[in-house]
């Protein structure tokens, strides 16, 4: 079994170094992992691309870069679908922000728990013993407002973290999504993008699991890029057009 990491990445220069240090020590103090890591340039204006092929050793490192800023959806349907290729069935692709705030020893909780049966596994902010440093007041009461909300409008089972990128799939059930929805998945923007794909994967019958997520906004360089309140529209314009046709 071979884990693919995506990473999609939009002037993270200064964020990439840290993440590849914990790839490289949880490649190698677990045993027998094989570790590939498909890192998607955005078209970064600072020296992302160079910090990665410099910082890369001892990883097997696939860079794929747009010409040009795509935004956050493109990019990650775009490493997720080249990772999903290269894939086996039974090998597990992990989605992750490549600014530091995902710790990257949570892969093998997740990969656990697809080797237990799930194909989704959710790195969850909403589960015990999931810890949120970092993230003001104000956002963290937004986010868990929005996941009440999804949880009472399309509830899936095993499932409180609607929106959190960080996660597993099983590549077998990726494929699957990728045959019958194509550039669809390119229908929702931004962070929405990853509640659109959550739903799909749920109605073509995905078993979907949580593990408690350690998020560290603390240790993110940089300003966050999310712009709030665009989000939360595209995001709920997402769960109504999903639930409307379920």
Not at 211 to 227: N, Q
């Amino acid at each position: 079994m071979k884990i693919f990491i995506v990473l999609p990445a939009y002037n993270e220069a200064e964020n990439i170094p840290p993440i590849f240090d914990g790839l490289r020590r949880i490649a190698r103090d677990t045993y027998n992992l094989e570790l590939a890591v498909v890192l998607v340039d955005d078209g970064s204006t600072d020296d992302t691309v160079e910090v990665a092929r410099n910082s890369g050793d001892g990883l097997a490192l696939d860079i794929v870069r747009n010409e040009s800023n795509l935004g956050l959806a493109a990019t990650f349907v775009r490493g997720l679908e080249h990772a999903t290729r290269a894939a086996g069935d039974d090998d597990i692709v992990v989605c992750m922000d490549a600014d530091n705030t995902h710790v990257p020893g949570s892969v093998l909780s997740m990969m656990r728990n697809v080797s237990e049966g799930r194909d989704v596994v959710i790195a969850s902010r909403y589960r015990p013993g999931s810890v949120t440093r970092g993230v003001p007041w104000f956002r963290r009461l937004l986010s868990r407002g929005m996941s009440i909300l999804f949880r009472v409008v399309y509830p899936i089972p095993g499932v409180r973290d609607y929106s959190c990128g960080y996660r597993a799939y099983r590549a077998s059930i990726l494929k699957r999504l990728f045959e019958s929805e194509g550039e669809s998945l390119l229908a929702s923007d931004g962070f929405s993008c990853m509640v659109r794909i959550l739903l799909k994967l749920h109605k073509q019958g995905a078993i979907c699991g949580e593990v408690p997520m350690v998020l560290r906004y603390d240790e993110k360089a940089g300003a966050s890029k999310m712009a709030v309140g665009r989000t939360v529209v595209r995001t709920l314009s997402v769960l109504l057009s999903e639930r409307l046709s379920r």
